[in-house]
């Protein structure tokens, strides 16, 4: 019955990606003063699942520059602090939303298990 979790799977990996999405974040809102930074993103969920079934996620794909950047500063800056903090909820969410996959789970399962 509880062979192949692969919800749980889906999970752990969504909660991963949301926290790759933090951390490109952290370094956007950490470079907004740098010249000629361009902001970063995570890449999207469905990349990230289809190459962590692969085994072909490497740390350093786990990111990639942003095709549009909101705004483009005169020295080149890319990163907008607000779009940013906009992100930053999404992230919040999407990891929200792992965790409540993870206790609708455990819920499922206690209450097959009759405890």
Do not use: C
Request: no cysteine.
């Amino acid at each position: 019955m509880f062979e192949s979790l692969d919800v749980l799977r889906m999970a752990q990996a969504y909660a991963t990606h949301a926290a790759s999405r933090q951390q490109a974040i952290s370094q956007n809102v950490a470079n907004a003063d740098t010249p000629g930074y361009r902001s970063r993103d995570a890449i999207p969920f469905a990349d990230y699942w289809d190459a962590s079934l692969d085994g072909s996620l490497a740390d350093r794909g786990r990111l990639r520059l942003d095709e549009n950047p909101a705004t483009v500063s005169p020295d080149g800056n890319t990163v907008s602090v607000e779009y940013e903090m906009m992100r930053a909820v999404e992230a919040r969410q999407q990891h929200e939303m792992a965790l409540g996959i993870y206790s609708m789970s455990r819920d499922l399962m206690r209450a097959s298990l009759g405890k």
